[in-house]
C-alpha cells in the first residue's frame, strides 16, 4: 500500500505541505510517491518524484486539485483527499504530529490537467483514439472551408471542419458512447454510430448541448415508420422536418416565438442541417443521386422548430402523442415547405376552424383526398381564439376533420373541368381530406399577427411515411 | 503544419476519383513532368520536356523528394493547380 | 498520368485499383532502365512520346 501526493510546484499549498510530504517520506512506515505537475525539481527533499510532464497520470486520475493524495493498492487508488487538512491528513495516512507549525488547513489550487486552457489538447492526446473515422489530412495551401466543398460534404453551403478537437467537444454532449450505433442509414444502410452523427454536427455548425436531439431525429428518421428511403427518393419535394418538445427546448435555446420557421436561431437551424447532412453524408442519400425531388423545397436544407408549449390553448403535441410534458421529444414529418394561411377576422372558433378546413383541404390538390397528412402550426393570435373559448386539441381536430369531408361529386376526375381527381365509382360518397391520425396541430410563432401555417406531407400509410416521434436522451 | 479532419461520410469505398475530362490536344496547356527522382529518370524527362515543348504545351517540372515515399501534399496540391495535365516518370 | 517500366504492369494496376482510381492512364516502357545510356534514355522518350500523348488527350 502506498500514498501517492499529486502536487505543483505553482501552487502556495502545495508548497506549504512540503515538510510534510518530507516528514511522510522520512517515516520508515509509509511509502511515498509524488508526481509533479509542473517542476520536476518540486519537491526538493522527497526520494520518489515522478514528472507527469504531459500530464497523463493527473488525466486518468481525473485530478481536479492540488494537493490530492491518494491510497493506492496494487495500482488500484482505494480513497483520497485533496487541499491540506491536517487531521483529515493524519487520519488518512495514519501518522500523527504531521506539519507542527503550519496552519490547521489550507484549501488546494486548480489542477493543471482541469485547467480551460489546457483541456482541449488534453482530451485530444488521450481520446482521440476513441474516435474511429478515418483521418482526412488536408494539403497546407489548401482552405479548410473549400477543402469542404472539393470533398464534397457539404449541402451547398459551407460547413465547419470536423477536427478531432470539436468532435470530441461535441461527443461532451452526450453520455452516449461514440462507438454505439444510432441508426441504419439508407440508402446505402450504413450502420451510423454516436461519432459519425457528432462529426456531421460540427459540420452543421451545432453546440454539444445539440447532439441528443440530432440523434434522436437519426433515430426517428431510420425507421421502417417515417421510411427516409422513400422521402428521399420521391419525387415530390418533402423532406424531414423536426418539431422539438419539452424542456430541452429551453435548454438549448430554441426560438418558439418570432420568425418561428425562418432564419437567426442557431438550435433550430444547426440541428436541422445536421440531420440532413448526416443523411447525406453517412446515408449517401444526395440531390441528383437517390434524391430525386422534381423541385424540392428550401426546407431540405434545415427545418426544425420547437413548439409554444406554454402559450398554447392546448397540451403540448408530445403529451397528446403519449409522452409525459417533462419528457424532451422530437416528432418527424415528412414535409414541403411551408404556407400561409390568413384570417384576421374570425372572433369565433368555429368561423376559424372553418377558415383552416378551407385551406387544408387545398394541401397538394383540393381534389386529392386520404393520402396527404399535414402539420397546422397555430400562430398566438389564432390559438388566442380557440384558448377563450375552451375548445380543446381533440375538439378542433374533430371538427377539421369533419369540414374537411369532401364531395365525391366535385373531387372525381373530370370535375370542374379539372382531369385531376378520384375515380368516377366515388362520385356519391364523401371522402375524408385526411386520415383520421393525419392531422397534427401544433402551436407556435410570434404574438403578433393573425396568420397561421400549413405544412402538407407526402404519401402516408405502408408506402409512404407516418409521423414519427422519439425520446431526447442524453 | 498539417490539419486532420475527421471523416464524416460511410467510408463505404476508398474515395472514388472521377477521370477529368481528356484535353483534345497539349498544345497551349500547362503540362507537368513530375520527376519520382529515381535514377536516370531525369533524362528521360529532359527530352520529354524538349518534345512537349515542341508540341506547343508548355512545361513545369516537378521532383518528389524520394521515390520511396507518395509525394508530399503541398506538392501534390500545388500541381494540382497549376498544371492541366500530369506526366509522372519514371518507375523501374 | 504515369510511366512505368514494363516490370510494372501488375502492381501499377493493383494499387490503381486500392486507390479507388483503377483507370489512370499509365504508359510502359521496356525494362530495364538502369543501366542505359543517356541516348537510349532519350531514345526510349522518342519512342514513347506518341502513346503518352495518346494516354493524356482526347
Known amino acids: 500500500m502506498k500514498l501517492v501526493a499529486v502536487v505543483k510546484r505553482d501552487c502556495p499549498t502545495c508548497s506549504l505541505i512540503e515538510p510534510v510530504l518530507e516528514q511522510l517520506d522520512a517515516d520508515s512506515g509509509v511509502s511515498l510517491e509524488v508526481v509533479t505537475q509542473d517542476d520536476p525539481s518540486f519537491p526538493s527533499g522527497v526520494r520518489t518524484v515522478q514528472h507527469d510532464h504531459d500530464l497523463s ?42 506539519g507542527p507549525g503550519l496552519p490547521d488547513w489550507r484549501p488546494g489550487c486548480g489542477s493543471l490537467s482541469v485547467d480551460p486552457s489546457l483541456v482541449d489538447e488534453l482530451r485530444a492526446r488521450f481520446e482521440g483514439h476513441r474516435l474511429k473515422a478515418r483521418r482526412v489530412e488536408l494539403a497546407d495551401l489548401e482552405d479548410d472551408i473549400e477543402a469542404m466543398f472539393d470533398r464534397g460534404w457539404s449541402d451547398g453551403l459551407p460547413v465547419v471542419p470536423p477536427t478531432e478537437t470539436r468532435v470530441l467537444r461535441m461527443l461532451q454532449g452526450t453520455t452516449r458512447a461514440p462507438d454505439e450505433i444510432v441508426a441504419v442509414v439508407p440508402p446505402d444502410l450504413v450502420e451510423c454510430t454516436v461519432e459519425k452523427v457528432a462529426i456531421n454536427a460540427v459540420l452543421a455548425g451545432c453546440a454539444p448541448e445539440y447532439l441528443p436531439v440530432v440523434l434522436a431525429a437519426v433515430e426517428a428518421a431510420c425507421t421502417d415508420e417515417f421510411n427516409m428511403h422513400g422521402v428521399l427518393a420521391t419525387t415530390m419535394p418533402v423532406g424531414p422536418v423536426m418539431i422539438v418538445n419539452g424542456p430541452i427546448r429551453q435548454k438549448i435555446g430554441m426560438n418558439a416565438g418570432v420568425n418561428v420557421l425562418g432564419q437567426g436561431n442557431r438550435a433550430n437551424s444547426t440541428i436541422g442541417r445536421a440531420l440532413q447532412l448526416t443523411i447525406r453524408n453517412v446515408g449517401g442519400g444526395r440531390p441528383g443521386g437517390v434524391d430525386r425531388a422534381t423541385q424540392g423545397n428550401p426546407g431540405k436544407l434545415s427545418f426544425c422548430f420547437p413548439e409554444d ?7 403540448p403535441l408530445h403529451v397528446a402523442r403519449g409522452y409525459t410534458a417533462d419528457q424532451s421529444t422530437v416528432t418527424l414529418f415528412p414535409g414541403e415547405g411551408p404556407r400561409g394561411l390568413v384570417d384576421q377576422l374570425s372572433r369565433d372558433p368555429e368561423s376559424l376552424a372553418r377558415s383552416f378546413a378551407a385551406c387544408l383541404r387545398t394541401v397538394q390538390h383540393p381534389k386529392l383526398p386520404m393520402v396527404f397528412d399535414a402539420i397546422l402550426i397555430i400562430g398566438p393570435e389564432h390559438g388566442r381564439v380557440f384558448k377563450e373559448a375552451g375548445w380543446t386539441r ?12 369532401l364531395d365525391g361529386s366535385e373531387i372525381i376526375r373530370g370535375a370542374g373541368g379539372i382531369t385531376e381527381g378520384v375515380p368516377e365509382a366515388f362520385k356519391d360518397v364523401q371522402l375524408p381530406k385526411f386520415r383520421p391520425d393525419g392531422l397534427l396541430l401544433v402551436h407556435a410563432g410570434g404574438g403578433a399577427g393573425l396568420f397561421s401555417t400549413i405544412i402538407g406531407g407526402w404519401a402516408n400509410g405502408e408506402t409512404g411515411s407516418q409521423p414519427t416521434t422519439r425520446e431526447i436522451r442524453s | 503544419m498539417s490539419r486532420v479532419v475527421l471523416d464524416p461520410t460511410s467510408e463505404l469505398t476508398p474515395a472514388h476519383r472521377e477521370r477529368l475530362a481528356r484535353p483534345a490536344s497539349l498544345s497551349g496547356l500547362k503540362v507537368g513532368l513530375l520527376d519520382i527522382s529515381k535514377a536516370r529518370g531525369n533524362v528521360f524527362l529532359d527530352q520529354l520536356e524538349e518534345l512537349l515543348t515542341a508540341r506547343n504545351a508548355t512545361v513545369t517540372r516537378f521532383a518528389k523528394p524520394t521515390f520511396t515515399k507518395p ?3 503541398d506538392l501534390r496540391h500545388e500541381i494540382a493547380t497549376t498544371c492541366d495535365v500530369v506526366i509522372e516518370a519514371l518507375a523501374d | 498520368m504515369f510511366i512505368a517500366s514494363s516490370e510494372f504492369v501488375v502492381a501499377a494496376a493493383t494499387q490503381a485499383k486500392a486507390l479507388g482510381f483503377d483507370d489512370v492512364a499509365r504508359v510502359f516502357v521496356p525494362h530495364p532502365i538502369q543501366d542505359r545510356t543517356d541516348d537510349e534514355m532519350r531514345a526510349l522518350a522518342d519512342a514513347a512520346v506518341d502513346d503518352i500523348i495518346a494516354a493524356v488527350t482526347s
Do not use: M, N
Not at chain 1, 488500484?76 to 495516512?93: A, C, H, L, M, N
Not at chain 1, 408549449?309 to 397540451?315: A, I, K, T
Not at chain 1, 381533440?394 to 369531408?405: A, D, M
Open chain 1, 57 to 98: 497520470y493527473s488525466y486518468h486520475h481525473d485530478i481536479e486539485t492540488v494537493p490530492t493524495l491518494l491510497r493506492v493498492d496494487d495500482g488500484v487508488e482505494q480513497s483520497r483527499i485533496v487541499g491540506w487538512k491536517r487531521d483529515e491528513w493524519e487520519t488518512f495516512t495514519g501518522i500523527g504530529d504531521l
Open chain 1, 309 to 315: 408549449e406554454e402559450g398554447s390553448p392546448f397540451e
Open chain 1, 394 to 405: 381533440e375538439q378542433l381536430t374533430e371538427r377539421l376533420h369533419e369540414l374537411t369531408l
Open chain 2, 71 to 73: 509525394a508530399p501534399i
